[in-house]
């Protein structure tokens, strides 16, 4: 598998560390707010990296954070009017429900800052040690210029940084470049630990190092993460984590690309944010999974009523075809035709092979999905006039084989009908048989009111739910 290393800014080879076995950390939310699906972008992309690394037969160790301790999380719970631990714990909450609506694995970790606070404060206390970082009135920094290999990741030149950086009324940092390895606490209520340079909280960017050597050593295969935390988050977890621990942090860095909204990147900041939470309420979860594995995963995407429309035309034509081989599979004739054995003889073949060369290079989602497209038109061709069950039960196999990969149609099982729904199918059956048209017209038009569409086959009436 080719995988393109944010490090050295080509395609590499993947070669893990340990044979069979792959390590990944992915920066997981500050979990103070429903999240938006610029933050649901990385959550996909990387569950779709182990999938497929398991689809693949290695073991992978998949460890993704709550950040769980920020002041963003202070400030809401002064909003809110209840603790910053209680904020915390409601979002995490709703992420999960979120994360599962998206049909996203629940990591095999997901550590929490504060359940790593010792942890924390001993990588601090090697980096004091190593002369890499200082005390300062109960803050700790880090000496940025120590590391002499700093920016190295985004490409930064520390001079171009120097040029722009000041010190804030109040800090008392030596240099403006030095970031925040552990804040000192500001008010008696914040939230806050002891430590041996007083009460306070760990920085942002500790979190990461110290979780991801606790649980998955002093050297990862692969970091992931949105391209907007590239730099300073992820540049900074490199300095603090080769500086405490003398070895290369991450062998490969993927960064997935930002999400925008005519154009413009979408962020809080900007207001410009759509939660998933809200999308779901227009689209299945399942299918915003399918959009954001319908572009390549460094590519942007426009998020737009327009593009999601657009997008959700082929994922209703895979989706219908899944409904009609569920149809076969019970309704269908008994014996296999020599166009779908020609097309089995393919979907094992051919199209598996194109699925798996298109996610060796680099995950290419996006080329995944057109194998699926292709796979789905050759299964129309093979059954246009009829279908037989046995060829809809191997092809329905082979398709979830390569979806399941991609984590999309896990919600898309035969639906249960109702019994009113299908006694207006069986009433505008008896209505044809009568040739009372005009009934059985009403009824059509009743049914698709309430989302069904009916599609009469050889072998009966396909009852399809609209997506």
Not at 12 to 20: A, H, K, N, Q
Not at 119 to 147: H, M, N, Q
Request: proline letters at 3%; one cysteine or more.
């Amino acid at each position: 598998m080719k995988i393109y290393n944010t490090m050295t800014g080509c395609k590499e080879e993947f070669v893990p560390l340990e044979e069979g076995k792959v390590r990944i950390y992915v920066c997981g939310p500050t979990v103070y707010n429903f999240f938006h699906i610029g933050n649901a972008r990385p959550f996909v992309v990387f569950d779709t990296l182990r999938r497929y690394f398991k689809y693949r037969g290695y073991d992978v160790k998949f460890v993704q954070n709550f950040t769980d301790v920020d002041d963003k999380i202070i400030r809401r719970a002064k909003e809110e009017e209840i603790t910053a631990p209680e904020v915390s714990e409601k979002y995490i909450k709703e992420y999960f429900e979120d994360a599962k609506a998206l049909n996203v694995i629940p990591a095999d970790v997901h550590p929490k800052v504060s359940e790593h606070i010792p942890e924390i404060i001993a990588f601090i206390r090697t980096l004091i040690d190593k002369g890499y970082a200082y005390e300062a009135d109960g803050d700790v920094y880090y000496s940025t210029r120590k590391f002499k290999d700093y920016g190295k990741l985004s490409g930064q030149n520390i001079d171009d940084l120097e040029s722009g950086a000041r010190i804030a009324i109040g800090e008392v940092k030596k240099d403006p470049l030095d970031f925040a390895l552990w804040k000192a606490q500001k008010e008696p209520d914040e939230i806050a630990w002891d430590s041996p340079w007083g009460k306070g909280r760990p920085g942002w960017h500790i979190e990461c190092s110290t979780m991801a050597k606790k649980h998955l050593g002093e050297t990862i295969d692969i970091h992931g993460g949105g391209q907007d935390l590239q730099f300073p988050h992820h540049e900074n977890e490199i300095a603090q984590s080769e500086a405490c621990n003398g070895v290369p942090f991450a062998k490969y860095w993927m960064h997935n690309g930002y999400i925008t909204v005519d154009g413009v990147k979408m962020s809080k900041s900007l207001n410009n944010f759509f939660t998933v939470r809200d999308i779901r309420k227009d689209f299945t979860g399942d299918f915003i999974r399918f959009f954001l594995l319908s572009g390549h995963y460094r590519s942007p995407i426009n998020f737009s009523d327009t593009e999601m429309n657009s997008v959700k035309q082929g994922y209703d034509r895979i989706v219908t075809a899944v409904e009609t081989l569920e149809f076969l599979k019970k309704n269908g004739t008994d014996e296999m035709s020599a166009s779908e054995k020609e097309t089995l003889e393919k979907l094992n073949g051919y199209y598996k092979e194109e699925f798996i060369a298109a996610l060796e290079d680099d995950l290419n989602t996006a080329l995944a999905i057109s194998v699926i497209f292709e796979m789905v038109t050759a299964v129309n061709q093979a059954v246009h006039e009829s279908g037989s069950k046995e060829f809809a039960e191997e092809a329905l196999k082979r398709i979830h084989e390569l979806t399941d990969v991609l984590g999309i149609l896990q919600d898309a099982e035969e639906d249960v009908i109702g019994e009113d729904i299908q006694a207006l199918v069986d009433e505008r059956q008896q209505a044809r048989k009568e040739k009372n048209w005009a009934r059985a017209d009403e009824i059509r038009d009743m049914l698709a009111e309430k989302g069904y569409t009916l599609k009469d086959t050889p072998q009966g009436v396909q009852i399809i739910r609209n997506n």
